[in-house]
């Protein structure tokens, strides 16, 4: 069954395994998944938790459909982050998750630190704690493969980190299959914290289904519905790179460190029709039918031998438009780079193009960073993501992250764009004013993510959108109007979504017609048996955002900081379409006023007691 | 009828997979599936369908009194049988070999193939 999945604890200073079941009381407020793991870290959270202390646990859980046809199989991986200092979450994708719920588990709770490396393994109910010596110092890809090797299993999935999570590189990430990776907010160096190289898997038990008969009919109607859309479809074809087009076009885009939103014509050089030539082919996660994924080979010149996934939308930016570089195969370079080493793409550019604004405005020299950093020099973003993920001379003060601020000095921390010690990403936000504030109030840090309320940009009627958010909001993307009521809906829904494992694309995230709460709840009664109605859903994405809020207020978090970089507030966009926008105060606060109150938390940004109440909050707040 | 594989556009999301076993046995099992998925995940090689072909003449049945007809309706097969199909096409897991039924008649791994690498022909 598919409420059977067990959770274990493991300790990595003692050994000691711990495997119990998952009470359904737990299932029914947050579901599994990141809701789970909310609820779990809760239990740890604490002001003072150390990241890279023992105590910090690192959680994975599989969402509650994960394993099922339940539209992608994703898992949230979970720590407070060494990132940013706060909240630290990751969703990933591929084949890791499913393979985790067919052994028979949904959740890991990894607490410790072991003396020496090692690595779990993981085999129908069955944990093992293994030497892993031989495996450090190996990038993820060769990890992974002698991990087979030494089990004589192909089918073994691994997830682990590479040397950038070895070194503690604070945004390192945890890598699965050739691109999965949960990238954001560090959590490969929570895991290189605890000596811990990867995780294996193999899992051979039947998922039983509660009605098999009519989810299987179910399931084949929600998805001939879902392809049927026009934006599933041009996913299957493009990918997310399809996105770069539309982004450099409304002037969304980060360029050199949103000093500018747009390349204008010379976008065309990194829109996903210029990725065609290198493709090898598309390819889906585990369960997914959307299959947006690419396969590259470059067959020819400096970059000759290059194969991989990808690269995908976020870190086209974060390589190429952030840094003002607009040569492709350097990009694609740089990306397999970081995913060999275990770094997070959309960090690893945000840092890059926060040191070379720094050095555009002489801030710092040529003599602190060793190398040239000038906007667009693609040769000198390699060889940094290699003196990064090895920290050696100024990679080691860049991986540092957010935390190198205190290096470069006062004068650098205004041009690192961040939102609560967690840096913007591959886009700029002062046009689109729903993605502004989702920017603002994601409890991640600047994290798009999290809520991205894109359907204002689909030019939709206002009464359609009224149906679907249940409130007036504007379909003017430039306007501030009901967008705080936009930004609450999806984070709600997301948490959803990552409670349930299902993929965001997948989700009403770019497409009025995608699926939502009403499918979700079949499709858990039909396989599990819950039954969960659309209402009880939003109330479960509630619980889960509420109480992600709460660890950030013990971390004296409040109104203050639900805000953006001060570029977004002070200086408008110099040129292309989006020339002009800047960020009101005075509306921006109008947003907060009404995302706030639909949320439940009060004019500070704190949730009132009698939300806490409601959503049975109460114990889980003075953990 | 038999399903035809067009692997280049096989985008190995196992739902075929996950299909065959819950519509044959209630449960999802990709291991206890007709059609399995040949997939790399740490290469850029190509992903690989295998199911039985139907062949008009039924080599994995060589030595056996039965009657053609009858068993190729049938899902689970003896292992013995997979070990005789010059394709390596069938599924072993455990104590069974698993052979493509054609669903009797309504593939569903042809439903849920998004980028139409499987197609009734
Ligand atoms: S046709 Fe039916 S039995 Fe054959 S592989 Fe497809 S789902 Fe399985
Ligand atoms: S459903 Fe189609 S695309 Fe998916 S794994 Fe099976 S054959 Fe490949």
Redesign the interface.
């Known amino acids: 069954m598919v409420l059977d999945r067990k959770i274990a604890f493991i300790d990595l200073r003692d050994g000691s395994i711990e495997i119990t079941p998952l009470s359904l009381d737990l299932r029914e407020k947050f579901l599994g998944g990141r809701g789970i793991n909310m609820y779990l870290l809760s239990r740890y959270y604490s002001s003072s938790l150390d990241p890279f202390s023992p105590e910090n646990p690192l959680i994975f859980g599989a969402g509650l459909l994960t ?3 339940g539209f992608g199989s994703r898992i949230n991986i979970t720590a407070k982050s060494p990132e940013s200092g706060h909240l630290g979450d990751s969703s990933m994708g ?2 890791f998750g ?1 393979e985790l719920v ?1 052994a028979g588990l949904s959740h890991l709770v990894i607490t410790g630190k072991s003396k020496n490396p090692v690595y779990l393994l993981i085999r129908n109910g069955e944990i093992e704690i293994r030497d892993a010596q031989k495996l450090k110092g190996l990038d993820t ?1 060769e990890t ?2 002698r991990i087979r090797i030494e089990l004589g299993d ?1 089918k073994v ?1 691994v997830a682990c980190i590479g040397v950038a999570g070895e070194n503690l590189v604070r945004y390192a990430a945890i890598r699965s ?2 691109k999965n990776a949960a990238g954001r907010t560090g959590m490969g160096a929570v895991m290189g914290s605890k000596n811990l190289k990867a995780v294996a898997v193999r899992g ?6 509660s009605e ?1 008969e009519k ?2 009919r179910y ?2 109607n929600t ?1 001939k519905k879902l ?1 049927e859309t026009k934006w599933a479809q041009a996913l ?1 074809k493009l990918g997310t790179p399809l996105l770069f087009k539309y982004a450099n076009a409304m002037g969304i885009l980060s360029v050199r460190n949103n000093q500018l939103t747009t390349v204008g014509d010379r976008g065309h050089h990194l829109e996903a029709e210029a990725l065609e030539p290198y493709s ?12 947006c994924r690419h ?3 470059i067959e020819k010149g400096r970059y000759k031998g290059t ?3 990808g690269p995908e939308y976020a870190s086209i930016g974060s390589f190429g438009t952030k840094l003002g570089n607009l040569d492709l195969e350097n990009i694609i370079y740089a990306v397999e780079l970081c995913n060999l080493y275990g770094l997070d793409t959309i960090s690893t550019g945000s840092y890059i193009a926060w040191a070379m604004e720094l050095y555009q405005r002489g801030i710092i020299n040529q003599e602190r960073t060793g190398l040239p950093l000038v906007w667009g020099d693609g040769e000198s973003v390699i060889e940094l993501i290699h003196l990064i993920a090895n920290r050696k001379d100024f990679g080691n003060i860049l991986a540092e992250g957010p935390f190198a601020k205190k290096v470069f000095g006062e004068a650098s921390h205004d041009y690192l764009l961040e939102v609560k010690n967690f840096p913007i990403e591959m886009t700029d936000e002062r046009l689109p004013k729903s993605f502004a504030l989702g920017m603002a109030t994601s409890t991640r840090g600047a994290c798009h993510m999290r809520s991205r309320p894109s359907l204002d940009i689909l030019g939709l009627p206002n009464e359609v959108l009224k149906r679907i958010y249940g409130g007036s909001v504007s379909n003017n993307f430039s306007s501030y109007s009901g967008k705080g009521r936009m930004v609450w809906w999806h984070e709600l829904l997301n948490a959803v979504s990552d409670a349930l494992g299902v993929c965001r694309f997948l989700t009403v995230f770019s497409s009025p017609h995608a699926l939502q709460y009403r499918q979700f709840s079949r499709l858990i009664s039909l396989s599990t048996g819950l039954n969960l109605g659309a209402k009880d859903l939003k109330t479960i994405g509630e619980r889960i955002y509420t109480l992600e809020r709460m660890m950030l207020i013990r971390d004296g978090f409040s109104r203050q900081e639900d805000t953006l970089p001060k570029r977004y507030f002070s200086e408008p966009v110099p040129e292309g379409p989006a020339r002009g926008e800047v960020i009101l105060r005075e509306e921006f606060d109008k947003m907060l006023d009404e995302y706030y109150r639909l949320h439940g938390w009060d004019q500070n940004g704190v949730p009132k007691r009698t939300t806490l109440k409601r959503l049975d909050l109460i114990d889980e707040n003075q953990g | 009828m038999r399903i035809k594989v067009d692997k280049k556009k096989c985008s190995g999301c196992h739902l075929c997979e996950m299909v065959c076993s819950l519509f044959h046995l209630g449960v999802i099992n990709t291991e206890k599936s007709a059609i399995r998925i040949r997939k790399d995940d740490l290469d850029s090689s190509q992903n690989i369908p295998i199911l039985c072909n139907q062949c008009k003449e039924m080599k994995c049945l060589n030595g056996e009194e039965v009657r053609e007809g009858l068993e190729k309706k049938r899902f689970i097969w003896a292992i013995k049988r997979a070990e005789q199909c010059p394709f390596d096409a069938l599924t072993v897991f455990g104590e069974n070999a698993y052979h493509c039924d054609l669903c009797g008649g309504t593939p569903q791994c042809v439903k849920v193939c998004t980028p139409k690498a499987l197609r009734i022909s």
Request: proline content about 4%; charged content about 20%; aromatic content about 8%.
């Open positions: 394993g099922t046809l591929g084949e499913a067919k890809v992974q493969k192909e999935r299959g050739m051979t038990l039947d998922i039983s289904i098999p989810y299987l399931y084949l998805l392809m299957g090898t082919g598309m390819l889906s996660c585990f369960a997914c039918p959307a299959h396969r590259f080979s194969k991989g996934e």
